[in-house]
């Protein structure tokens, strides 16, 4: 919130009612402007350890493989024993892969239901 006022002020400052144009209009990019420089400047990124990146790269290959071996794509017990480890392992990699996607702040928000296996 804070760091949206920030970019009103701004907006408020360089606007010119001369040129007749609209304030929200001009005012929206310099907001937005400010959450995003905001988010990418200062806000923590999620560490995802190397071991992990390294599995999500080999299973990449290993996918391709099975796939041409079983003529269907695999499933995760079987990519996990290709990669030879744990189902949970194989899960987490996937679901940290998943999640390390940047969104855009213009991207609709969804209601999703994650169902993870037990």
């Known amino acids: 919130m804070q760091v949206g006022c920030l970019g009103l002020i701004r907006a408020i ?25 905001y988010l990418r400047d200062k806000s923590p990124t999620m560490r995802i350890p190397r071991r992990w990146l390294v599995l999500q790269r080999q299973s990449m ?13 695999p499933n995760d017990i079987e990519i996990a024993g290709a990669l030879a480890i744990s189902l949970a392992e194989w899960q987490e990699v996937k679901l940290a892969s998943q999640n390390r996607a940047i969104l855009s702040l213009d991207a609709p928000v969804r209601d999703e239901i994650v169902e993870r296996p037990v």
């Open 13 to 37: 400052e360089r606007f010119d009612m001369a040129k007749g144009h609209a304030f929200s209009s001009f005012a929206v990019p310099y907001i937005r402007g400010e959450i995003q420089h």
């Open 61 to 73: 290959w290993v996918q391709r493989q099975l796939r041409t071996e079983l003529h269907r794509h």
